[in-house]
C-alpha cells in the first residue's frame, strides 16, 4: 500500500509494538523534564495545542523524541506532528517550534523535501496558530488519490493477462487445421461444425473476447473506508474515474460521501463481503481489491 508523504499510521502509533508513547497533559511534565531540557515556549505551546484539541491524541516517537504526533483514533493518518529543534536543512542549531503537515507547502524548500511540509518558528504563538490552521485529517479525496495509481497498475494486469488469453484463444482458432472446412460447413450447413475440438476452442474464443469486452469498458471505482467514531460504524466514500488507464485515471472532484453501516448501499456492501474474503492486494475482476488497514477499492 502506497504511503502519503511521510504520514504516520494511526494503527501503527497505537500498536504496542511499535515505538510511540501517549503524552497527555497528565505526564506532559515527565516528558518535557526528560527529553526538552524543561524549554518552557515548548511547554507553553503543547498544553496549549492539547487545550485547544481536546478530541485529540498525542504521541511521542520513542526514536526522535523531539516529535509528538497528533491524531484522531479514527482517521486512517495522524493529521501531522509537532516538534522542537532544529529541523532546518544546514541549520545552526537553534530550536525551533516546528510543525508538520501534509496541508503545508513551504516553498523554500523543494517539493521532495520533508522540510516543504514543515513551518517553523521561535515564537510559540504563531507556532500555535501555524499549528491550529494546518493540522488537519487528511480528506477521502486525498487518501483516494494517494492509493489510485497502485489500485490502477493492478487492474491494468489484470486486464493485460486477459489480452493474452484472448491472444491464445484466437491462435488456437486461427491457426487449427480444420479452420478451412469449418468455415466452409459454417456456411454451407447452417452453422454446424463437424469437429468437436474445433467448435469447444471457438466457443473458448467467444467467450474470452466477450469477457475482455467487458472489461476493456472505462471503469469505475469506489475509494471505501471504513472505521468506528463513537461507537458508530461508519464508511467514507470516494468516486473514481477511469480506473482502468495508469495515464488518465482521475479521483472525481466531487464531496465524499459518509453512511452509516445502514445506510451504505446494497452494490457497494455486497462488493465489501466479497473482497473481505480475498488476501490483501487482490484485485478481483469486477469486484475490486482489498488494501491494508481497512482500505477497499470497489467496482462502480
Known amino acids: 500500500m502506497a504511503k502519503l508523504i ?3 499510521l494511526v494503527s501503527d502509533i497505537e500498536d ?16 518535557v523534564a526528560n527529553y526538552t531540557n524543561g524549554d518552557k515556549s515548548w511547554v507553553g505551546f503543547l498544553k496549549e495545542l492539547m487545550r485547544k484539541l481536546p478530541t485529540c491524541k498525542f504521541a511521542v516517537d520513542i526514536r526522535r523524541k523531539s516529535k509528538v504526533h497528533v491524531y484522531l483514533p479514527s482517521n486512517l493518518y495522524a493529521m501531522g506532528w509537532v516538534g522542537f529543534g532544529d529541523f532546518r536543512l544546514n541549520g545552526d542549531g537553534t530550536p525551533m517550534i516546528t510543525i508538520f503537515s501534509h496541508n503545508i507547502s513551504n516553498e523554500k524548500y523543494d517539493s521532495y523535501r520533508e522540510q516543504h511540509r514543515m513551518l ?18 487528511y480528506t477521502p479525496f486525498q487518501i483516494a488519490n494517494g492509493f489510485a495509481r497502485d489500485v ?6 489484470t486486464q493485460s493477462q486477459n489480452r493474452r488469453k484472448v491472444y491464445k484463444a484466437k491462435n488456437s482458432v486461427v491457426e487449427h487445421q480444420q479452420l478451412a472446412t469449418e468455415l466452409r460447413v459454417l456456411v454451407e450447413n447452417g452453422y454446424q461444425f463437424v469437429d468437436k475440438e474445433f467448435g469447444d476452442l471457438v466457443a473458448s474464443f467467444v467467450a474470452e473476447v ?5 472489461n476493456t469498458q472505462s471503469i469505475a471505482m469506489y475509494y471505501v473506508r471504513g472505521y468506528t467514531l463513537n461507537g458508530q460504524e461508519y464508511f467514507d466514500t470516494q468516486l473514481c474515474d477511469d480506473m482502468h488507464s495508469r495515464y488518465s485515471f482521475r ?6 460521501q459518509r453512511y452509516t453501516s445502514e445506510e451504505l448501499p446494497q452494490d457497494i456492501a455486497g462488493k465489501l463481503a466479497v473482497l473481505m474474503m480475498c488476501e490483501e492486494d487482490e484485485y478481483v475482476d469486477g469486484v475490486g481489491v482489498r488494501l491494508p488497514n481497512g482500505v477497499f477499492y470497489v467496482n462502480k
Open 6 to 8: 511521510e504520514s504516520v
Open 16 to 31: 504496542p509494538i511499535w515505538a510511540y508513547e501517549s503524552l497527555t497533559p497528565n505526564n506532559l511534565g515527565w516528558y
Open 120 to 137: 517553523m518558528s521561535t515564537n510559540p504563538k504563531r507556532a500555535l496558530s501555524n499549528a491550529l490552521g494546518y493540522l488537519r485529517p
Open 210 to 214: 466477450k469477457e475482455h469486452d467487458i
Open 152 to 157: 490502477v497498475l493492478k487492474v491494468d494486469e
Open 251 to 256: 479521483v472525481a472532484n466531487q464531496s465524499p
